[in-house]
């Protein structure tokens, strides 16, 4: 059963008299343990599409389904209450809250979800750990590298153990190296842990790891490659060479 | 998401502009200690009115003849007491009394040939403990004595105005009781300043039974005047002391009109301190919602991870809480040393003194600690500013997400 599944989304922003139409009847499923790219040029809907994906706006039209449960006319806070249990978020700009160490911030979510105090710290410092942190937890984020800090953005967004997690340009602002880190570190949080990951980017590094890539044009959907299974995504990885779908 | 967390990422949210946080706890602190060091000498003022007018003039408790008339004097017989003593050897017998003595109360002009004053002439029971501070009070000469038949005591004020001293004899006219104008002379024995400038300008002192003899009242007296330990008890004595033919005054009765001017005062004080919190209130509202402004991006990471509208309010409020609580308590501290300095130094009000109408205010007034009024205040202080944060708090909840993940 899907994990996400859109029906005919639409989406116009208005400013001023202007309108610009960001989704145009855009319908697509996401199964669990997904790891998919949204790609498009600037302007295509990417952002829009997984900001409706994560509860954090609501379309225009259509109807958006987390888990089998109908999310569209839910209230706000309702809508926190799903992003503070199933969706993780990995942004652009890391996002992460400048006054809290590595340690608070990845702890964040487990405080907004009510975990309990042992667990929230053996989960935090496992999740440090699996993101190659654990001798940067009292560190805040301007003592941190910018490849670091998207670390423990992906480690706030996976302790939680969400279903998916959105990630909106990942490595934008990461230079190379830590941008193949960044992928390397969430393809294998995404294998172990089975959490589905969809990535908005046109950044071709993130592509190169997506198992799955869905081309939004004008707000709507040009191309959408059918899932790959991981083991032949590990495979194509290990054999650039092979076709991928 | 627990509490202690929210109060732990409110107080992290104010160390990121720890001048700014300083500044408007400061704030907080210096009106609220503006508040309490005002308040604490107005009142002080008020009680130092209060009290000089029991001290000086009317006692905690009064006894009258039924028909003595109000708010002027009489020497008529039948508006005096006819045996004073026994009245106030009655009242020495109860616990709660420290000292009751007859008075006779009379008015009197007295002339140095240049210039004439009307004065207000205490006959009085100079051995009497409930004199024992204007005894205290003789800056010159000598106290007087029972026995003395033309010796009077005269406020140092006074004195100096008509160029007199110590010795000097001076002419009172009075109306006696049979309403016939008299005039003796009097021998200045002794200066006394009782602190209460209008006082030491409108009062003659002289012994009990001289001004019975000038007035020829025999041995009636205006009233028994008498002084207790606790004014508390004033009703309880009141009422024993209650019998045909008196009537019985507490100081409550006596000071009416003082009691009255007391309470539209502090009203006026109580506007301009909910001006003074109405004003730290704005500063603190103005912080906060400045605050919310720069990290409006922050709010939004917060609402994307999943915290609610209420939390995001509760952790603004949190933010406003520790602001206004340090702020009350330095308040609290700064107004207090204020209060305190004023209690060991006090104010001189000088010439300012007399135009405080009927309130007998002394020259020097001293502040006074009154915990109910500054827990009052301290408390409003916080309540006002932690409303005032209300709006910064509701416009953080009301940020939507999305909106405020893109704000850079």
Not at chain 2, 220 to 244: C, F, G, N, T, Y
């Amino acid at each position: 059963m899907p994990i996400i599944e859109l029906f005919d989304i639409h989406k116009t922003y208005r400013i001023g008299e202007v309108e610009t139409r960001a989704l145009d009847g855009v319908s697509l499923n996401f199964e669990p343990g997904e790891f998919s790219a949204i790609v498009g040029p600037s302007g295509s809907g990417k952002t829009t599409l997984l900001q409706i994906m994560g509860c954090l706006d609501r379309p225009d039209r259509g109807i958006v389904k987390l888990d089998d449960r109908d999310v569209t006319r839910l209230n706000a806070d309702q809508r926190a209450e799903l992003r503070r249990n199933v969706i993780g978020f990995i942004f652009q700009f890391f996002a992460l809250i400048p006054v809290l160490d590595a340690y608070e911030n990845v702890e964040l979510p487990l405080l907004l979800a009510g975990v309990g105090a042992r667990e929230r710290r053996e989960r935090t410092l496992e999740m440090l750990e699996a993101v190659g942190l654990s001798d940067r937890i009292h560190h805040r984020p301007n003592q941190l590298s910018g490849g670091q800090q998207q670390r423990v953005a992906i480690a706030r967004a996976l302790v939680k153990r969400p279903l998916v997690v959105l990630a909106d340009e990942p490595t934008a602002n990461l230079d190379t190296a830590n941008g193949e880190q960044a992928m390397e570190i969430m393809q294998r949080l995404n294998e172990q842990t089975g959490t589905a990951f969809i990535f908005a980017t046109h950044d071709p590094r993130v592509m190169k790891f997506a198992r799955r890539t869905i081309h939004l044009v004008d707000g709507r959907v040009a191309e959408n490659h059918a899932p790959v299974p991981v083991e032949a995504a590990v495979r194509s990885l290990s054999h650039p060479g092979e076709p991928r779908a | 998401m627990t509490r202690t967390k929210l109060w732990m990422i409110a107080y992290r949210g104010l160390t990121r502009n720890r001048r700014r946080t300083f500044f408007t706890m400061l704030a907080v602190a210096l009106g609220l200690a503006l508040l309490i060091t005002l308040n604490g000498y107005i009142s002080g003022v008020m009680e130092d009115g209060l009290q000089n007018s029991i001290r000086l003039q009317t006692g905690h408790v009064q006894v009258r003849a039924a028909g003595y008339p109000d708010g002027k004097h009489s020497v008529q017989w039948k508006d005096l007491i006819e045996r004073p003593e026994e009245i106030a050897a009655q009242a020495m017998a109860m616990p709660e009394v420290r000292a009751a003595a007859p008075i006779l109360w009379l008015d009197a002009v007295l002339s140095t040939g240049e210039e004439s004053v009307g004065l207000q002439v205490y006959g009085i029971d100079v051995n009497s403990p409930l004199h024992d501070p204007l005894r205290a009070s003789v800056i010159a000469g000598a106290f007087l004595e029972a026995t003395d038949r033309s010796g009077v005591l005269m406020g140092g004020r006074l004195a100096q105005s008509l160029n007199l001293k110590v010795g000097d004899t001076v002419p009172l006219v009075t109306i006696n009781a049979n309403g016939e104008p008299v005039e003796a002379p009097f021998v200045i024995r002794g200066l006394f300043s009782s602190g209460v400038l209008v006082y030491d300008e409108s009062v003659l002192f002289m012994p009990l039974a001289r001004a019975q003899s000038f007035a020829l009242t025999g041995n009636r007296a205006s009233a028994v005047m008498i002084e207790l330990h606790r004014r508390e008890d004033a009703d309880k004595v009141a009422v024993a002391l209650a019998q045909p033919g008196l009537q019985t005054f507490t100081w409550r009765d006596l000071n009416a009109f003082i009691l009255q001017s007391m309470d539209a005062a502090f009203s006026f004080y109580i506007l301009m301190d909910a001006i003074v919190i109405m004003i730290v209130a704005v500063i603190i509202a103005n912080t906060l919602l400045m605050a919310v402004f720069e990290r409006v991006r922050e709010i939004g990471i917060l609402a994307a991870l999943g915290m609610k509208r209420l939390e995001i309010l509760l952790m603004v409020l949190y933010e406003a809480a520790i602001i206004a609580l340090a702020g009350v308590v330095v308040g609290i501290a700064l107004g207090l040393l204020g209060v305190f300095f004023l209690t060991q130094n006090g104010f001189v009000l000088g010439e300012m003194a007399t135009t405080a109408g009927n309130l007998p205010i002394s020259n020097v007034v001293y502040a006074r600690f009154a915990p109910d009024l500054f827990t009052w205040l301290a408390v409003w202080t916080f309540l006002i500013a932690l409303l005032a944060s209300l709006y910064p708090a509701w416009f953080a909840a009301r940020l939507e997400p999305v909106r405020a993940l893109h704000t850079e």
